[in-house]
């Protein structure tokens, strides 16, 4: 078994990073899953297909484009010289904004099917009875679409704890750092010490078991009140 | 002087080499012998049509396949651990290995120049190096090794990124996120000359790497002779042209 130390680190640092990345995308999502949900123009669908592309595209490469983008010739490497350093690969901050681009879509596609689906009857009503844009996103529209935001934030913070690809091509695998729990486990098999690599891959078997039941018990009590 | 027996022998390795008589070896290959093993590969197949499909990974990686029953006949090795290991537990044909290369470390920089490469490391004035996993790739245990040696271990430290293999710390390196690697020469072996510096061999232990046949490819004679070809002078001159060494 392996001590509580060895495992310790990656899952404190695992569970910061969905926390951190979950937080984030909620606040950077739920404006582009209103967006796409309310506007008419035509290049609505290009936008959409474009938060989607995570889905399909293989992690090496959006980790490869990261790892570009995230170096000292990139953007990322410009906004880290702000602070003295040469590259946001390699770091938490990378982690971050990796695991943002690579989860986009799981928070935004329920929030904007949860959008959606309020149709236009009670956003029109709220504005009739005097309600400004902002008051009636938080007070109609948000409260009805909760739905949406439990299952967005679930999947983002599952999805985050389940990265693997991205991370191990920008973070160079540093304890506390960048060394998240999939990678120790993968580095635990490589190395032959299968006793440890059973323990943590038992605990994200459960972990996924929790989580993908609790995605089922939300959908049962919530689903039909606003779906 | 060709006589009799020689052309006798040179047509019986014409016939071997006819397709009729064309198999497939199937080589489990270190990360870090990639190039050399394509080319070998190549030449191998065009000499004797047999046909050889490489697989390459991290040596640690490659194993943990190869213990559950990964159809290849060969392990190139990047270390002569896991090919004794390989033996031990049933998995590789006693007899069949040896050592194919030594591999030699070198410090990579596209920014510094590494002349004095000692120097560049001694000065400490970059923010990452990136090294091989000193836990599972024996580049990575020689680059901790020569770091320890020259007492930069508790200076690098916090400065260290890891790849999975050695060609992740080469791409870490490639991509300017780290500014400086420890790889295998091998790899960088076509850079200018001031890029590299190569580490003189005594500050780290012998990178030995071993091949080995596998169970699987017991009964494989494409396999077997492979093996035969990579202790040729042929492929010796190969294998050494491409920055490693052989005693």
């Given amino acids: 078994m392996p001590t509580l130390a060895e495992i310790a680190s ?80 390699f770091s938490f901050e990378g982690l971050v904004i990796g695991s943002i681009a690579y989860s986009l879509p799981f928070m935004v596609q329920p929030l904007r099917v949860a959008f959606e ?7 029109e009503a709220a504005a009739t009875l005097g309600a400004g844009p902002w008051q009636t996103f938080a007070r109609v529209a948000a409260p009805l679409a909760r739905t949406g935001f439990f299952t967005g934030a679930i999947l983002t913070f599952a999805h985050t704890v389940g990265e693997f690809g991205v991370v191990l091509m920008i973070g160079g695998n540093i304890p506390g750092e960048t060394k998240v729990l999939s990678i120790a486990i993968y580095d635990l098999v490589e190395r032959g010490d299968w006793a440890s690599a059973h323990w943590l891959s038992l605990g994200m078997v459960v972990f996924a078991f929790v989580v993908v039941s609790a995605m089922m018990l939300i959908d049962r009590r919530y689903g039909r009140v606003t779906g | 002087m060709v006589g009799a027996r020689g052309i006798g022998a040179l047509a019986v390795l014409l016939l071997s080499a006819l397709p009729a008589h064309a198999a497939l070896v199937r080589a489990a290959v270190a990360a870090n012998f990639t190039k050399v093993a394509t080319e070998l590969a190549a030449r191998f197949q065009a000499a004797t049509g047999n046909e050889v ?35 031990a537990e049933g998995l590789g044909v006693p007899g069949t290995e040896f050592t194919y290369a030594v591999g030699r470390l070198a410090l990579y920089s596209p920014l510094f120049d590494l002349t004095d490469g000692e120097a560049v490391l001694r000065a400490g004035d970059f923010q990452h190096i990136a090294i091989a996993d000193p836990k599972t790739a ?33 791409a870490f390196v490639e991509s300017g996120s780290a500014e400086l690697g420890l790889v295998a020469l091998s790899q960088v072996v076509d850079k200018p000359a001031t890029q590299i510096w190569l580490v003189p061999p005594e500050n780290y232990p012998a990178i030995r790497q071993n091949a080995v046949l596998l169970k699987a490819g017991e009964t494989n004679e ?22 490693y060494t052989l005693e």
């Fill in chain 1, 10 to 89: 990656p899952i404190a640092l695992t569970a910061a990073l969905a926390s951190v990345t979950t937080i984030l995308l909620l606040l950077i999502g739920t404006p582009i899953a209103w967006w796409l949900a309310r506007t008419k123009v035509r290049w609505r669908e290009p936008v959409a297909a474009l938060v989607a592309l995570p889905l399909v595209l293989p992690p090496t490469v959006i980790g490869f484009y990261l790892l570009i983008a995230l170096g000292p010739y990139g953007p990322g490497g410009a906004l880290a010289s702000l602070w003295g350093a040469r590259t946001l690969a």
């Fill in chain 1, 117 to 123: 689906a309020l149709g236009e009857e009670p956003i």
């Fill in chain 2, 53 to 87: 499909r490489l697989s390459f990974g991290a040596t640690g990686a490659l194993y943990a396949q190869i213990t559950q029953g990964a159809p290849f006949d060969a392990l190139l090795s990047a270390d002569d651990r896991r090919t004794a290991t390989a033996i």
């Fill in chain 2, 138 to 170: 024996p580049y990575g245990a020689a680059a901790m090794a020569m770091l320890e040696k020259f007492g930069l271990t508790e200076g690098a430290a916090p400065r260290i990124v890891t790849g999975e293999s050695i060609s992740q710390a080469l």
């Fill in chain 2, 222 to 243: 494409a396999a077997r002779a492979f093996l035969d070809y990579l202790r040729g002078d042929a492929a010796i001159a190969v294998i050494k042209a491409a920055g």
